[in-house]
């Protein structure tokens, strides 16, 4: 529930997947077209349709990671998930900063809170240590303990949602001042309008929010063509009217994507994203090439272990190993408790382990 709760192309059908692939990173978020530390996190429930808990995102204004199912939310009566991140920089101990990112559902499974911590600064201890000495006997020498302490920032992204069950804001809180969302709807439920706002809060807290002064910093519009009920065309609008972008938006006839091929008007910037399903309905594999910047291919494969779950995944930038994905689980459980990701060519692993609360 990113960016508009589902993204532009999304909310012509209930089952669109994004361009984007989830991702929790180690302090840091990295979309699809800028990928320095990435980890996706797709975990498919045991289900009849393989509906997936963690769906893949389309890019999020406030680089909040993940994507919910809400069904698969409410079905599993999951209340929230904290994040513990980790990585281990090949050759070296665990960096282990106390990094956290946490989701809150409402009693719908529809998310409503969200806040991640980064390091703000630190102050490093040094303690020395004596030699250790068993039976007269000197079993280890003197050294030196480098202890960090670490103090965060946090920041919080809150999410509000329409009588129609769609999402009409999110905002976030970071700092005396507050950056928000707004999502106007067709009767179709496409988007028609989104406004992104500088506001202050004259409530007395971030949860009781009242709006102070609010500036408009931008405004899109949204129209569509649909020739045919596979393919449509989706034209957006800058703050004077005038498209700025085009994307054509290719489904199958169960209505889940194949191909978006979009296409700014200015700077000749094309992007194709494409999708492919194996026979369970499951997504297999997921394709992005940019020519911004210069030619640019990333690619997604997945795959599922024998209950249906997503037990691994490589994912390839320009035809060469990136990232290469292990998920945990506890006997059955739908849910993995922990995944690690092998960066090929960082040369190190992440490593996250989730704590998941049940209503």
């Known amino acids: ?44 429930l045991i289900s009849k349709s393989s509906a997936q808990l963690f769906l893949p995102i389309d890019d999020d204004p406030f680089g909040v990671p993940v994507k919910f199912n809400a069904d698969s939310v409410r079905k599993l009566r999951i209340f929230s998930i904290q994040a513990n991140l980790e990585y281990k920089p090949d050759g070296k101990i665990i960096d282990d900063r106390g990094l ?3 989701f809150e559902f ?19 201890d040094y303690i020395d240590h004596p030699a250790v000495y068993r039976k007269g006997r000197r079993i280890r020498g003197e050294w030196t303990e480098t202890v960090n302490h670490y103090n965060y920032d946090t920041t919080f992204v809150y999410y509000y949602y329409d009588n129609s069950n769609r999402l009409s804001c999110m905002r ?4 005396d001042y507050y950056y928000s969302w707004y999502y106007i709807y067709n009767e179709d439920g496409t988007i028609a309008r989104q406004t992104h706002t500088k506001e202050t809060n004259s409530g007395p807290n971030r949860e009781h929010f009242r709006i102070g002064v609010q500036t408009i910093i931008s405004q899109e519009d ?8 596979q393919q449509v065309k989706l034209f957006c609008l800058n703050d004077e009217g005038k498209p700025y972008k085009e994307k054509m938006m290719n489904f199958d ?39 911004a910047g210069g030619d640019y291919t990333e690619t997604t494969n997945y795959n599922y272990d024998s209950l249906g779950r997503i037990e691994s995944l490589k994912r390839y930038v320009n035809g060469e190993l990136k990232d290469e994905f292990s998920y945990l689980y506890h006997n059955s459980d739908p849910v993995a ?4 990701n092998r960066r090929h060519l960082e040369l190190g692993i992440d490593i996250v382990k989730m704590d998941i609360r049940y209503w």
């Open 106 to 124: 409402d009693s719908l499974g529809r998310i409503n809170e969200f806040w991640k911590t980064s390091v703000k600064n630190y102050a490093t």
């Open 1 to 44: 529930m990113k960016r508009s709760g589902r993204s532009v192309g999304e909310a012509l059908c209930e089952n669109v997947v994004p361009e984007l692939a989830p991702s929790l990173s180690s302090g840091r978020l990295c979309g699809k077209k800028s990928i320095l530390i990435t980890i996706l996190l797709c975990i498919t």
């Open 337 to 340: 408790y922990a995944y690690i």
């Open 172 to 175: 976030e809180c970071d700092g």
């Open 100 to 102: 956290k990112q946490y």
């Open 222 to 229: 949204f129209t569509y063509t649909r020739f045919s009920a």
């Open 253 to 291: 006839a169960k209505n889940r994507p194949l191909e978006y091929r979009e296409e700014y008007t200015a700077g000749g910037i094309r992007t194709v994203s494409q999708w492919k399903y194996d026979s369970l309905d499951r997504t297999s594999m997921i394709s992005y090439t940019s020519n």
